[in-house]
């Protein structure tokens, strides 16, 4: 019998054997297909028992994780949602991350390599990973204003340090509460969801970064940057100016807003017809150069080609194929050309930072969970715009619009000691569609030479064209400027 | 008297070692895993031990030393590593039973609900008993062999208890399977008594006719066949096996009485034949019920696709494999996984949650905790002199052996899902005062087996002469 006994202990040592070749095929190999089924109800609590690392602004949190006690033990908080929701995003149990709460889901969460020594610690100790923090470019005071401004309207303000690209404001209006969609109650966050998302204003459409809209007579700095760069042009070029252009290869004619000519005979120069934005004197440029020559600048301040701050911004575009009517309403902003704040914001920036477009970013540093700096971000340069000559010429032209031109707005700006600042900026109006209110632009940078600050501001709402640029962004734009120029 | 060096060799080769020193190292290596690993809850559930854990680490120790020390008085020479391996065991199942209550009560707290009893404690009662009957094995049952006696009772008691569950008023039927007995408060799952007096009943039965049932007359295609009239236990066996699946619908129990026969027909005629004939009737017999019975046909199709049945009956299985696949290779670490969204994780899915926390490292470390049990199970097998011996032993050895691959290979969905307990780390006393008694009985019987030869009852002078060639009592 012990000679059968033995045999049967083989078998079972096969049976035992086949027991362990199975558990390491779950728990290892089909271990991620398991785990990321959307039933996995283990996933998100995993989630939620971390301690997710915060999102700094200057060392404050605008989101941060906060011990509740209960099954879900951390639960997000965002102490200013509705101002920051731009760049924070939300945290969701039902609807998932949204924002830097996305994109940096890796060092908030403890999960990204960077935490390598931590995590070691952790597989020793047994104890949840603690997440880290991420440090943005963001400036309180100016985010403060920007939102103070666009509140109640439906806009957008981005601010850009013109010489490295950091993002010092991003907000939206209407915005949202981020707090209610990370609460743990699930029945108020779905009602609160669906609210938002039956909303007719859009209010968890991130505006500055997402949104796009004709840029509108904004869009002349870039035709102008495009005449100066054809070598053909100097700010005192005189170009034809008349009340009504007629359009070429068509039966239609462009007005100026003003209804009359932009200066004697017809004729004005260059710095002229951006401060009055001439409409006739542009879009007879936009013809002149052509539509290759003005996508082409087009381009190289940042059109036809998505941005990652690293939260995803939509591509602005300049139309493919535009016949001479249309290339002349593009050249002044009007018809297909479309914009994100955030690229008119890099149009200003770029002219003002003696034509160097910087990549737009919005992550300064990253943090570990003891808050030692893991990781800073450098400034990274996008592309050249502009020749630092013609560069100069345009910001001069940029002046002269606040000064003798149509951003009256932004005029008398003082800094931190008193002393008035040069300030260039440029205004637009645009029609997007019949049915909805035309939009108002205000780009502007400063100190003008040497700018540190650089805004857009676009805000949808009725209104006189052309003056409404002025009047109703323009204030926003001088309240980030003096926010940042007054530090 | 003076003793000459060759004398004392001679004299040194005849007392083996007993090895009870380390019995006693690995009970106290089982212990502090115990310790550490309850601390490790404490820890990182936020729990508070205080008291009343070390009450329990101290009754724990106390159990399992003085199950040791009862063994080096009565049974010196039985295997050292059956009782620690035991021990072990059960302390782990103890460890996260806890786990469990904690995370019960700490989501009873959540919801200001009041929380359930903890079962921990029951447990360790349960454990406490075992080890009394554990005691009982060692000092009533001196000779194994005494137990032949009682072939055809213990039969017809196994028999009986098996049936005891489909008797009104006391039979009782959880969650869909009828394999409980109660008694005013009191439950109990007499299959798990059963399964020892029914493993006895084969030992017996079989060393009495195994002769006859090794014969093989018929040739059929090349293949020996016993004769038709010997075909009467193996057939009596899967009617009984079917009649569990059946009536109590429980496919375990089932699946491990009619395995545990076949092997040990095997081992007493030593005849591959019916190995041969007890796959063919098994296989015979789950197409059949597959198609006769809904409740194996839904056990079938939830092996093959769980995930179809997420919501509804595959919920368990699936937030088990859910549960394996968090733990991963080094699992979570004990409280920071959530082994309580699996339904019933402290008994059958116990080695889901264990999955989950100790990972696959720790999984490892138990099955193999099993292989060793059983291999020292057979190795007393082996060792046991007479036929009868041989045979319970290796038996009781296989009926472990099938219940952890029958349990934990369903709860991995290497073979379709049939309840049955989790030898000493499932909660419940049924099983652990069972798998205890087969401990008791296995080292009695290794202590029959290792002990020498007539050295109880001689003097020195004796064993300095020849040993009688005499067999031990």
Request: proline letters at 6%; one cysteine or more.
């Amino acid at each position: 019998m012990s000679r059968s006994i033995r045999r049967l202990g083989i078998a079972l040592v096969c049976l035992m054997i086949a027991l362990l070749v199975n558990i390491t095929f779950i728990q290892v190999f089909q271990g991620d297909n398991y785990r990321n089924r959307a039933d996995n109800k283990r996933v998100l609590l995993e989630e939620y028992v971390r301690e997710r690392g915060p999102i700094l602004v200057d060392s404050e949190p605008i989101a941060r994780s906060v011990d509740t006690g209960g099954e879900l033990k951390y639960e997000r908080v965002y102490p200013d949602g509705p101002m920051y929701v731009s760049a924070t995003g939300f945290y969701s149990i039902l609807y998932g991350a949204t924002g830097l709460e996305r994109t940096e889901n890796d060092v908030l969460s403890g999960s990204s390599d960077l935490f390598f020594f931590d995590r070691i610690d952790q597989l020793i100790s047994g104890r949840q990973p603690k997440g880290g923090a991420v440090t943005t470019t963001l400036n309180p005071a100016a985010q403060e204003v920007a939102w103070q401004g666009i509140k109640g309207t439906i806009g957008a303000v981005v601010a850009i340090e013109p010489a490295t690209g950091r993002i010092l404001a991003l907000v939206q209006s209407p915005s949202f509460d981020p707090n209610r969609l990370s609460t743990h109650d699930t029945e108020a966050m779905r009602i609160y969801y669906n609210d938002l998302l039956n909303d007719p204003a859009e209010p968890m459409l991130n505006r500055p970064l997402v949104a796009t809209n004709p840029p509108g007579s904004t869009f002349k700095v870039v035709t102008a940057a495009a005449a100066l760069e054809s070598g053909r042009f100097t700010p005192s070029s005189l170009v034809p100016g008349p009340a009504e252009y007629d359009l070429p290869g068509s039966t239609k004619t462009l007005r100026n807003w003003t209804g009359a000519d932009c200066g004697p005979k017809g004729m004005v120069t260059l710095i002229e017809a951006l401060a009055q934005s001439c409409n006739t004197a542009f879009a007879w440029m936009g013809n002149e150069l052509g539509a290759d020559a003005l996508r082409a600048q087009a381009e190289r301040f940042g059109f036809d080609q998505a941005f990652e701050v690293p939260l995803r911004a939509s591509t602005s575009e300049f139309p493919a194929n535009p016949d001479e009517p249309l290339t002349a309403y593009s050249a002044i902003g009007q018809y297909d050309v479309r914009a994100t704040t955030l690229q008119m914001a890099m149009v200003a920036a770029g002219v003002g930072n003696g034509g160097i477009v910087m990549n737009p970013y919005l992550v300064q540093e990253i943090r570990g969970p003891d808050l030692t700096i893991l990781k800073t971000f450098a400034p990274t340069e996008y592309g050249r715009a502009l020749t630092p000559e013609h560069a100069t010429q345009l910001q001069d032209m940029m002046v002269a619009v606040v000064d003798r031109g149509t951003a009256t707005t932004l005029q008398g700006i003082m800094d931190a000691n008193g002393n008035p600042v040069r300030v260039g900026a440029k205004t637009g109006t645009a029609q997007t569609s019949p049915d909805r209110p035309p939009v108002a632009w205000m780009i502007a940078m400063a100190p003008a030479n040497n700018p540190t600050v650089a805004v857009a501001v676009m805000i949808q709402s009725p209104g006189e064209a052309e003056v409404s640029g002025n009047a109703i962004a323009g204030p926003v734009a001088r309240r980030v400027l003096e926010a940042i120029l007054q530090q | 008297m003076t003793m000459t060096e060759p004398e004392f060799r001679q004299t040194v080769r005849l007392t083996q070692p007993t090895r009870r020193g380390l019995e006693l190292f690995l009970i106290a290596c089982g212990w502090s895993l115990g310790v550490l690993g309850t601390l490790q809850v404490g820890w990182t559930t936020g729990e508070p031990l205080g008291q009343r854990f070390w009450i329990t680490a101290a009754v724990v120790g106390a159990l399992a030393v003085v199950a040791h020390l009862v063994v080096r008085w009565r049974i010196p020479y039985a295997d050292p590593f059956l009782l620690p391996v035991a021990t072990t065991l059960t302390i782990i199942g103890l460890v996260m039973i806890y786990r469990l209550d904690v995370a019960a009560a700490q989501s009873a707290e959540r919801r200001n609900q009041i929380a359930s009893t903890p079962d921990v404690y029951a447990q360790l009662t349960w454990y406490a008993i075992a080890t009394l009957l554990f005691f009982g094995v060692v000092f009533l049952i001196r000779d194994h062999r005494r137990l032949q006696r009682y072939t055809y009772t213990c039969g017809l008691l196994g028999i009986l208890l098996l049936i005891l569950p489909l008797l009104p008023i006391i039979g009782s039927t959880v969650n869909g399977a009828t394999l409980w007995v109660r008694l005013g408060s009191f439950t109990f799952q007499p299959g798990e008594a059963a399964k020892i007096l029914l493993t006895i009943f084969f030992a017996g039965y079989l060393v009495m006719t195994r002769d006859s049932l090794a014969v093989v007359r018929t040739k059929f295609l090349g293949i020996g066949l016993p004769r038709a009239r010997d075909l009467g236990p193996i057939l009596v066996a899967w009617a009984v096996s079917l009649g569990v699946l059946i009536f109590q619908k429980d496919l375990g129990t089932s699946l491990l009485f009619f395995g545990l026969f076949v092997t040990m027909l095997f081992i007493a005629t030593q005849r591959r034949v019916w190995l041969g004939l007890g796959a063919a009737l098994f296989t015979f017999g789950a197409i059949g019920s597959y198609f006769a019975f809904s409740h194996v046909r839904v056990r079938v199709q939830i092996w093959i696709d769980p995930f179809a049945y997420a919501q509804d009956a595959g919920y368990q299985i699936v937030q088990g494999l859910y549960g394996f696949a968090n733990g991963g290779l080094f699992g979570t670490g004990l409280g920071n996984g959530y082994p309580q969204l699996v339904p019933f994780a402290n008994t059958d899915f116990i080695v889901a949650a264990l999955g989950e926390e100790l990972g696959l490292t720790g999984l490892f470390a138990i099955i193999l905790l099993y292989g060793v049990l059983i291999e020292r199970g057979l190795r007393t097998a082996v060792a046991v002199r007479d036929p009868f011996g041989q045979l319970l032993a290796a038996g009781l050895s296989i009926t472990m052996a099938l219940q952890v691959f029958i349990i934990i290979g369903g709860v991995t969905r290497l073979i379709p899902l049939t309840g049955l307990t989790t030898p000493f780390l499932s909660y419940g006393g049924s099983s652990l005062v069972a798998n205890w008694i087969i401990v008791g009985l296995l080292m009695v019987m290794s202590h029959r087996a290792r002990q020498p030869v007539a050295v109880q009852h001689t003097d020195l002078d004796a064993l300095t002469q020849i040993v009688p060639i005499t067999r031990a009592k």
